[in-house]
């Protein structure tokens, strides 16, 4: 069993009771309350991500927008005169390392934490924070039930994925024109859960779901898979997994000869799968939130992200920037008590975040989760098509 494989068994959907079992083994922090600034030094605001292993690139990504979006502060005159501190924990996109992660930025004394990638990871991390009220602005984790047992003190600056399993069936079915479609996930939280959200949107659209089974991640060759999958004649073969993945289905339909369009989520659109798939990529599609360089808003912090790290902002990082934004500016109007920058947090409306006006609700999700389409062009993700307010399909041109 390969390391990766252990990581993700621990994320996987039917493993968080187990997961749930590891976290007696994690101390718990000394004292009660969120810790935090107290009455000097700096506002520390928590950034778990994985910053090793196969996902690592998402996770430096997600730390790096962190950091772009702590300096802006900070230049600014900080929070009521303190500097915001960015303090990381590498949890890994697992369940075990994301509690792991979790105590350890309690116990570093952050008053709040803006991060995380994937879904099985911050299950177990979410009643950590919660017993201390330390609030958890998601950036990436999209999986509902993070905010639909939060308690009102998890919120999202990213969708969920039953918005995005919706709108993945109805671009199947309407511009692609798909009735037999295949549904492929690899049985962590995440990608399970938008494959059964696209699922149940596929058949309330009229398609039909010829396949939907997972692969086993961190494998070399996944033809078998893609044969298997083929003879059951799909239109429209719809990945729900991760972006390492990704690039090698995609390379290997095309080695294999294989015609059924191949699509993606959002967990898929990491330019490491570019290099992955190479020209294989052409023409693929995913579905996402919009991406850093098709948003007019984002310009200055791709301009300030690229000048700092020398290179383009990742697919997520966008929203880990809003995500720490708003976070700094709650704090400056209530103070560092995990309660009151939860009521404070609940209080946001229209937002001026770079991803759109963010206003959360009651659970703590956004109330405008955008999800388009991208495809690849040319060696890089370009926005495609994206519903618009009749529910029609348009070019995806941010607004």
């Not at 086993?216 to 719809?238: F, M, R």
């Not at 015609?259 to 799968?273: E, H, I, N, R």
């Not at 809003?322 to 560092?336: E, H, R, S, W, Y």
């Given at each position: 069993?390969?390391?990766?494989?252990?990581?993700?068994?621990?994320a996987r959907?039917?493993?968080?009771?187990a997961?749930?079992?590891?976290?007696?083994?994690?101390?718990?922090?000394?004292?009660?309350?969120?810790?935090?600034?107290?009455?000097?030094?700096?506002?520390?605001?928590g950034v778990p991500?994985?910053?090793?292993?196969d996902?690592?690139?998402a996770?430096?990504?997600?730390?790096?927008a962190?950091?772009?979006?702590?300096?802006?502060?900070n230049?600014?005159?900080?929070?009521k005169?303190?500097?915001?501190?960015?303090?990381?924990?590498?949890?890994?996109?697992?369940?075990?390392?994301?509690?792991?992660?979790a105590?350890?930025?309690?116990?570093?004394?952050?008053?709040?934490?803006a991060?995380?990638?994937?879904?099985?990871?911050?299950?177990?991390?979410?009643?950590?924070y919660g017993?201390?009220?330390?609030?958890?602005?998601?950036?990436?984790?999209?999986?509902?039930?993070?905010?639909?047992?939060?308690?009102?003190?998890?919120?999202?600056?990213?969708?969920?994925?039953?918005?995005?399993?919706?709108?993945?069936?109805?671009f199947?079915?309407?511009p692609?024109?798909?009735?037999r479609?295949?549904?492929?996930?690899?049985?962590?939280?995440?990608?399970?859960?938008?494959?059964?959200?696209?699922?149940?949107?596929v058949?309330?659209a009229?398609?039909?779901v010829?396949?939907?089974?997972?692969?086993q991640?961190g494998?070399?060759?996944?033809s078998?898979?893609?044969?298997k999958i083929?003879?059951?004649?799909p239109d429209?073969l719809?990945?729900?997994g991760?972006?390492?993945?990704?690039?090698?289905?995609?390379?290997?339909?095309?080695?294999?000869?294989?015609?059924?369009?191949?699509?993606?989520?959002?967990?898929?659109?990491d330019a490491?799968?570019?290099?992955?798939?190479?020209?294989?990529?052409?023409?693929?599609?995913?579905?996402t939130?919009?991406?850093?360089k098709?948003?007019?808003?984002?310009?200055?912090?791709?301009?300030?992200?690229?000048?700092?790290?020398?290179?383009?902002?990742?697919p997520?990082?966008?929203?880990?920037?809003?995500?720490?934004?708003v976070?700094?500016?709650?704090?400056?109007?209530?103070g560092?008590?995990?309660?009151d920058?939860?009521?404070g947090?609940?209080?946001?409306?229209?937002?001026?975040?770079i991803?759109?006006?963010?206003?959360?609700?009651?659970k703590?999700?956004?109330t405008?989760?955008?999800?388009?389409?991208?495809?690849?062009?040319?060696?890089?993700?370009t926005?495609?098509?994206?519903?618009?307010?009749?529910?029609?399909?348009?070019d995806?041109?941010?607004?």
């Amino acid at each position: 069993m390969t390391a990766r494989r252990r990581r993700r068994g621990g994320a996987r959907s039917h493993g968080l009771a187990a997961a749930g079992a590891g976290l007696l083994l994690v101390p718990l922090a000394a004292g009660c309350g969120s810790g935090g600034s107290g009455g000097s030094g700096d506002v520390k605001i928590g950034v778990p991500a994985p910053l090793s292993g196969d996902s690592a690139s998402a996770g430096q990504d997600i730390l790096a927008a962190a950091r772009v979006a702590a300096d802006e502060v900070n230049k600014a005159g900080g929070v009521k005169g303190k500097k915001i501190k960015i303090v990381q924990a590498d949890d890994q996109c697992s369940a075990q390392q994301g509690a792991q992660a979790a105590q350890k930025l309690l116990n570093s004394g952050v008053v709040a934490v803006a991060g995380g990638y994937c879904s099985g990871a911050a299950v177990p991390a979410i009643p950590i924070y919660g017993r201390r009220s330390v609030p958890f602005v998601m950036d990436a984790s999209t999986n509902p039930s993070l905010t639909d047992s939060g308690k009102g003190k998890v919120f999202r600056t990213c969708g969920r994925d039953d918005n995005q399993g919706l709108v993945a069936a109805k671009f199947m079915t309407g511009p692609l024109g798909a009735k037999r479609i295949a549904l492929l996930h690899d049985n962590t939280t995440y990608a399970k859960g938008l494959a059964d959200a696209a699922a149940n949107s596929v058949k309330q659209a009229g398609g039909q779901v010829v396949y939907e089974d997972a692969l086993q991640p961190g494998q070399s060759d996944y033809s078998p898979v893609l044969t298997k999958i083929a003879s059951t004649k799909p239109d429209v073969l719809y990945f729900t997994g991760y972006y390492a993945e990704a690039g090698l289905l995609m390379k290997q339909r095309k080695q294999l000869g294989l015609k059924f369009t191949l699509m993606g989520g959002d967990a898929t659109t990491d330019a490491t799968v570019l290099k992955t798939a190479g020209s294989a990529a052409d023409g693929y599609i995913a579905t996402t939130a919009p991406l850093a360089k098709d948003l007019p808003a984002a310009s200055g912090f791709v301009s300030a992200y690229k000048a700092k790290n020398g290179a383009d902002p990742g697919p997520f990082s966008v929203y880990e920037y809003d995500a720490v934004k708003v976070l700094a500016k709650v704090i400056g109007q209530t103070g560092t008590k995990g309660a009151d920058i939860i009521k404070g947090l609940h209080g946001v409306k229209d937002f001026p975040g770079i991803t759109g006006p963010i206003t959360f609700d009651a659970k703590g999700d956004r109330t405008d989760p955008l999800y388009i389409t991208v495809h690849v062009q040319n060696g890089a993700f370009t926005a495609f098509k994206k519903l618009d307010k009749s529910g029609a399909w348009v070019d995806a041109k941010a607004s």
